[in-house]
């Protein structure tokens, strides 16, 4: 399932049963937003204004809000929009199970983005083209153990805790560049690049400085010329409230949420992935 723009014959999905027209109209109004805040933030940084894809994060949301978004992706694209299709994102492994099988009609692109434990690994590969929260060597190794005979390589991304805070995932920035290259040389993975949540800060210009670092150090991986680098120049950064900043500064994936679904419900499980 390639991260390019379909054929000009796209199908439209219809919206979920679950979803009420209103409500499927609110979350294809929030989308249409959510894409225009890229637009123009690509603009202001001088970058083209396919630079960045939209991955939609949808924890606690349901299966049905997210055909939602889907439709409506589909539909804006089916008119031209010329944006690539929007990737989905579960933290958590359990979500992903539940969700996937229900959407599998649709086809998308499902990517993991909260921590993966060992003993999920089985039951995300079964459903996820991606993994964006490889922070060391052992999970990577776990990975590329469970792909082995694949025809296609599983993308990963080394996730970086850039801004130093102990509740959030990732490797240090001291480790990463060791951490990438090792990942890159494991057989049937594809490093993709990095990717990090920015500094819970009310300061604009310290989360932009955790992002700048975020692509210092991609650039450091790209640099270092070790096998299964040169084409990981991904920046998984940004979410719904600071995606401007990390568009800004080099961001090729951002990851929103409550901007398309609204405000999550309370979730009735806070295990990890």
Known sequence: MPDTPPPADVTVPGPGDGVDGQDAAQVAQRLATVRARVAGACR??????????VLLASKTMTADAVRAALHADAEARAAGSGTAPVLLGENRVQELVAKAPVLADLAPRWHVIGPLQSNKVNA???WAAAVESVADEDLARRLSDRVAGRAEPLDVWVQVNVSGEPTKHGTTPEDAVDV?????ALPGLRLAGLMTVGARSPDAAVVRAGYRLLAGLRDAVVASGAPGTTQARGLSMGMSGDLELAVAEGATVVRVGTAVFGARPTPTSTAAA
């Open 44 to 53: 202001a940084a001088g970058r083209p204004l396919d630079a960045v894809q």
């Open 124 to 126: 995300a590969l079964r």
């Open 180 to 184: 990438a290259v090792g990942v890159a």
